[in-house]
């Protein structure tokens, strides 16, 4: 067999599951079309390729033989103070008054959840209004919820600090707000996303996400939607995910990086950023995080916990990104006629089809699945950023997801910062 490109042949070491379709008999021909496709692929490795992303519809430019490359642009300072268990000048911390309105947090032990007291859409801003003055200036009212849930009440933790039981309540507050949000008759869509670390925009290092509930299914949505009704529709009534994680799992040495009963985390074939990873269901279908079953949470808060314990270890750095669940829109589950406001902008792939592809009413169309965009690139202190040719043209990235799947999977499974401290004899080796 052909080298594959930028992994080892360790499939053994993820306790994945083959699929049982690579087992049986190929031809002659298929084994040629197989040989032909890894060749391909691994000049791939070292030449600039686009790279398309079914999910969004849109390329991204992968240039390889740039990673090596000396860097002089901006250093980064590292986030290394030692915060306390407790900050009394934290507003998110127990007990503490938040600025805002003298609103006093409840002396919270576990998860704790309220609103945004800066909400960017709000509940009772009247009916939806829209206008539209020759499909030039058009506009929406938007309206909407926004919380924010204290991963824990102890300031200094992180979700790789976190047990797994303590992110499974995590996932369970999750999937509590996502069902109360999604049954209030004007919200369509329920996002959960949270942002760490100051380089990601983040002011507060209180482990904290977020949830913007609102009127309008987002754009980022309306385009993965739009995705899988075209696969769909096209695919003999296939899903979009349920397809690519099965051979991503085939293929587990290529951009697998870790993986559980229930779900397999990746470096998707098409990622933007360095290290971005996604989190997607390879058990079976899912929509969202209210089909999950009491096992299905717990391996949740399990990837979860791999995923950013890898992150956490390839720089030995509290690791930055930017975090978010995809499921399914709730316009269903008002029980009512659909409140949903138009989406004036669909994606059209310019095959003509992206307006008739939108049967996005169904709430088994979507894959519930999580994305992980982390800015950093070579050390804890060199970030990427998405300027110039990516602003302008299309995003472009240096190292394959490939290399980056070989680099986090290498990685050991235990927190950097759980681990012994190194005596001086092995310091010195
Ligand atoms: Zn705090
Ligand atoms: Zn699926
Ligand atoms: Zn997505």
Redesign the pocket.
Known sequence: MLPRPGGSDDEGGLGLRLAPAIFKMRSDEEIEAEAAAEQLKSSFDERPHRRFNP?TRSWVLCSPHRAKRPWLGAVEKTETTKLPAYDPACYLCPGNTRAANGTVNDKFEGTYVFDNDFPSVRSGDGDFVQLNEDDLFIAQSNRGACKVICFSPKHNVTLPDMTVDEITEVVRVWRREYEALGRLDYINYVQIFENKGSMMGCSNPHPHCQIWATEAVPD?LAK?LDAFAHWRANKNGACLLCAYVERERARAAERVVCANASFTALVPFWAVWPFEMMIVGHQRHLSSLAQLTADEERDLADIIKQVTTKYDNLFQCHFPYSMGI?QAPTTSTTGGPSQRPPQQHRHDDGDGRGEENGDDGDEDLFHL?M?FYPPLLRSATVRKFLVGYELCGEPQRDMTPEQAAARLRDLPAVLYRDLPPATEQEQQQ
């Open positions: 999910l980022e993965e995809h699945h994305h």
